[in-house]
């Protein structure tokens, strides 16, 4: 492994490095407050409620979903320790109300387990070594994989829309048999199925017997066959094949992939939602290609059926290294974005509007990109402003110009200004893709500082939270700790290593750079050091590292690709110049005076040892995808 040696004096430390780490010691204070506060010793959650309904075993989870990206970034050393207590006691409390069989979910729609296994991938990233998740990883996968109970190898679906440990679940009953008007929440999405006689809108549903015929319908049609959503399972063969693999799992999930993006082909380039049990596409739904659960009609439209596509083609590309692979995530952006409408999201009528008045501000009257969400029979609608993550994470996994395109048509669009960083935190802990994209093209200067601002003060805000939390932990509602979880990585992951923050629905986290603390034998940077990633390019990154230590040298580790797979051929590096600390007789230091070198490294990753009050730059000019990824042990 090459190594190099940061020669540049700091002289007054940036303050994106100060901001940075200070947020790493504000998340080791918040996650440890959180778990006094709703853990048991077991690592469970305090919850001794019933479970009322089929919706929370992700919510279980999702309360710790990003514990072990934080680990690798540099979080405490006892902080993957504590992300795999708590993933075994809610595991074990999980078991106990009916929700896992064998540890892992009975049988549940993808929209939902994606989120739930947020958590496990991330352990299983951080910790390749920990055979007992290893295994797991395997086992989980074997559910999905030819000749078992959940897959049908003749017609390549994925049997029903709730799935998982007990085999295809089929139908609805158990859920809805009754759908109806007391389901408030759901009303802002309207019927789930539109055609059927005499239920024409939501107060149709007040009726009993149309409730329950709705209800009846909703699991003979929407409760049977594959679903787009289904997409988001490929992470799961994925995370196993990057062990050791194992072609069987990237076999499967290519072959899965592929169907789906066949049936796209066939209809005219829009990823159908549904496909019935004997493998024909509307078969429930009298031919149509919308209607199925998760899907463009019902609930979410693109916001799920999206989400799972770009999961499916960053999990293609990772399998591959085919920039083609990415079909199946681009189309469905690229059928809404050609129907995109200006006007402002205040005088618009959509189904989620709070995150794009969170998000937008005070900037949420003036006419902007909206793009139709949803499909029925009279046509594209629900018009909410285009999700970044989605197209991001197609042009962060490429680096191609019509990935970057896609971006850029959005951006000019666009009636906000892309470079402010608002003060808000949403479910997935996203959202802040412009102006970090606005950073990365050399046009929004402040940005690590307004973001680094913006999570330590969400962090303080969480705590308050916290501390003010009156509530019977025994009968809160199951979504009360994940609207709490202090811990933030998406300010983490855009800066250190230049990645937006994670697919919430299911997807891995391929980051741009990975790094490992040489000492200390584990990931994430050492004590003292803050990474500044200020450029993204095809064939490059650059990155400054800076160590804030006054008497401590730090050794870190820099790797290109969480996995691996990328090769740092060469490396452009600062070198300090001579003269400092100077005279101790002057008043001032002398100038700090820096030059360039260009070194060979041929490797996937490189040394840098770091001395007290030292910094480099790294210029890292890479290839992509040049090895096989795989999890990485250090």
Avoid at 164 to 189: C, I, K, N, V
Avoid at 507 to 520: C, E, K, M, N, S
Wanted: charged content about 25%; aromatic content about 10%; some cysteine.
């Amino acid at each position: 492994m090459r190594e190099i040696t940061a020669t540049v004096p700091l002289g007054v430390p940036p303050t994106w490095a100060v901001l940075e780490r200070r947020l790493f010691d504000a998340l080791d204070e918040a996650w440890r407050a959180f778990a006094a506060r709703y853990c048991g010793p077991d690592g469970r959650l305090i919850y001794h409620g019933p479970a009322a309904d089929r919706d929370g075993a992700d919510d279980f989870y999702e309360a710790f979903f990003n514990w072990p990206t934080l680990y690798q970034l540099g979080g405490a050393d006892d902080l993957l320790d504590a992300a795999k207590h708590h993933w075994e006691g809610v595991t074990a409390q999980l078991t106990e109300l009916g929700y896992l069989v064998d540890e892992y979910e009975r049988g549940y729609d993808w929209f939902h387990q994606g989120e739930s296994m947020l958590l496990f991938y991330g352990i299983c990233a951080a910790d390749p070594r920990d055979e007992r998740f290893r295994d797991r990883a395997r086992r989980f996968a074997d559910l999905y994989l030819p000749g078992s109970a959940n897959y049908d190898e003749r017609h390549d679906i994925i049997r029903a829309p709730h799935n998982g440990a007990g085999g295809p679940r089929y139908g609805l009953q158990w859920e809805w048999a009754s759908y109806h008007t007391d389901l408030t929440s759901m009303r802002p999405f309207g019927l789930p199925l539109r055609d059927l006689p005499g239920i024409d809108e939501w107060d149709d549903l007040a009726d009993p017997s149309n409730a329950a015929r709705m209800g009846a319908a909703m699991s003979e049609r929407i409760g049977r066959g594959d679903v787009a959503v289904n997409l988001a399972a490929t992470s799961l063969a994925v995370n196993a094949w990057l062990y050791d693999g194992d072609d069987r799992y990237r076999d499967w999930a290519l072959r899965y992939i592929g169907a789906w993006q066949r049936r796209a082909e066939a209809n005219g380039g829009i990823l159908p939602d549904n496909v019935g049990p004997s493998g024909k596409v509307g078969e429930l739904h009298g031919g149509r290609w919308y209607g199925g659960n998760y899907g463009w009609q019902w609930p979410h439209g693109l916001y799920s059926v999206g989400a799972a596509a770009a999961i499916a083609a960053v999990n293609a590309h990772l399998l591959t290294g085919d920039d083609a692979a990415l079909a199946i995530g681009r189309d469905p952006l690229d059928v809404v974005y050609d129907r995109a409408v200006q006007a402002g999201l205040t005088e618009t009528d959509m189904s989620i509007s709070d995150r794009w008045l969170a998000e937008l501000g005070d900037e949420a009257g003036k006419p902007t990109m909206l793009v139709p969400n949803r499909h029925d029979d009279h046509g594209w609608f629900d018009f909410q402003p285009p999700q970044l993550g989605l197209p991001v994470w197609l042009w962060h996994t490429s680096l191609a110009s019509a990935d970057a395109g896609r971006i850029d048509r959005v951006r000019a669009a666009s009636g906000y200004d892309w470079a402010t960083v608002r003060p808000f935190r949403n479910k997935e802990e996203a959202g802040h893709e412009a102006p970090w994209l606005e950073f990365l093209r050399g046009a929004n200067p402040g940005f690590p500082e307004a973001m680094l601002s913006t999570a330590l003060g969400q962090v303080q805000r969480r705590l308050a939270l916290v501390a003010d939390d009156r509530a019977d932990l025994s009968t809160i509602h199951v979504h009360h700790w994940q609207r709490l979880n202090p811990v933030l990585t998406e300010a983490l992951l855009q800066l250190v290593t230049g990645t937006p923050q994670v697919l919430y629905n299911g997807g891995l986290l391929p980051t741009r750079l990975a790094y490992f603390d040489a000492d200390r034998h584990r990931p994430g940077l050492p004590c003292d050091v803050a990474a500044l990633v200020d450029s993204v390019r095809p064939g490059g990154t650059r990155v400054e590292l800076v160590n804030l230590g006054l008497t401590r040298t730090r050794r870190v580790v820099v790797q290109a690709g969480a996995f691996g797979e990328h090769r740092i051929d060469r490396a452009v590096v600062t070198r300090g110049g001579d003269g400092y600390p100077g005279d101790p007789r002057a008043y001032t230091s002398p100038p700090i005076t820096e030059s360039e070198q260009e070194v060979a490294v041929d490797g996937p990753r490189l040394l840098v040892e770091l001395p007290p009050g030292r910094r480099i730059r790294l210029d890292l000019h890479t290839t992509a995808r040049a090895r096989t990824p795989s999890h990485q042990h250090y």
